[in-house]
């Protein structure tokens, strides 16, 4: 399994937290479902896939809690019957980033993913650039800057 | 010390009580959760029971490999202090942090008491 990183600087925090918490699949993206690492996926189609779930799934909790009146909530556990899809966000410099990580449950657990899950948030928090690069994002760049980043995520 | 959800607390104070013990959980044996916990300050209850439950899994399967049942208690000594676990029938864990030197015969009795209290 290969773990590919856009931003260079999530690549050790991702490699650490897919060994110690044996994940079978991991992305992180923005809020809005740029990934910007990603670990296990073959298919670029996958990827896209599951981030725009995963981004949609935070926005609908952010939702749900807003009406509640309360913060957003810390974290979001499927467990199936053989995997567990295990959805959280973390504050960094660069900006709100979300979590999906997909585990088995035979090798792993909720427990372990969460252990590990703050680790991983304190380590992408001390590894992210200070100075977020704000960027405007062009009609005529966007298909060139996907191409980009899928090629950089799938090293084709 | 921490406190545990009523009902719970009883099967906890069983191995609490015993000289030596720095603390005692019951863990979620599937997702290595904590459900309760009476635990000493410095102790990351999060951690011991994610871990433990993954040691417990692993030790299932090699148990069941080698042909030698289900696993009944285990006991973990290191040189700073001990990790003893029982696993209930529901398949929690019962789960105590120990001095070095506990009366480890003591803690086992206390763990399958209180197993039994969990069910």
New interface residues.
């Given amino acids: 399994m290969t773990t590919r990183a856009i931003e260079a600087w999530t690549l050790e925090p991702l490699v650490t937290f897919v060994q110690e918490a044996s994940a079978r699949l991991v992305l992180v993206m923005t809020a809005a479902g740029q990934v910007i690492a990603q670990h296990g996926f073959s298919r670029a189609l996958d990827v896209m896939s599951a981030a725009a779930l995963g981004a949609a799934i935070m926005a609908s909790t952010e939702e749900l809690a807003r009406l509640l009146r309360q913060p957003p909530f810390a974290a979001l556990n499927h ?1 199936g019957e053989r995997q ?1 899809i295990f959805l959280a966000a973390v504050a960094t410099a660069r900006g709100r980033l979300v979590l999906l990580v997909v585990y088995e ?2 090798v ?5 993913v ?2 590990f899950f703050e680790q991983l948030a304190a380590d992408l928090q001390a590894a992210s650039p200070k100075q977020a690069v704000s960027k405007q994002v062009l009609a005529a760049d966007f298909e060139r800057e996907l191409s980009d980043s899928l090629n950089t995520l799938f090293r084709r | 010390m921490t406190t545990a959800p009523a009902g719970y607390g009883k099967a906890l104070d069983l191995i609490t009580r015993v000289r030596g013990v720095r603390g005692a959980m019951l ?2 044996g ?5 459900v309760a916990e009476q635990l000493m300050e410095g102790i990351r209850g ?2 011991v ?3 433990a ?2 040691l417990a ?1 692993r030790l299932g399967r090699a148990m069941q490999a080698a042909g030698v049942g289900a696993s009944q208690f285990w006991h973990l000594q290191c040189d700073r202090g001990a990790l003893l676990v029982v696993p209930a029938p529901s398949g929690t864990l019962v789960v105590a942090v120990a001095e070095p030197d506990v009366n480890v015969g003591l803690v086992r009795l206390e763990l399958l008491r209180a197993a039994k209290v969990v069910g």
């Fill in positions: 467990q567990g449950l035979d792993s657990s909720l427990g372990l969460q252990l | 863990v979620a599937d997702d290595g959760v904590v999060a951690a029971a994610a871990l439950a993954s899994a």
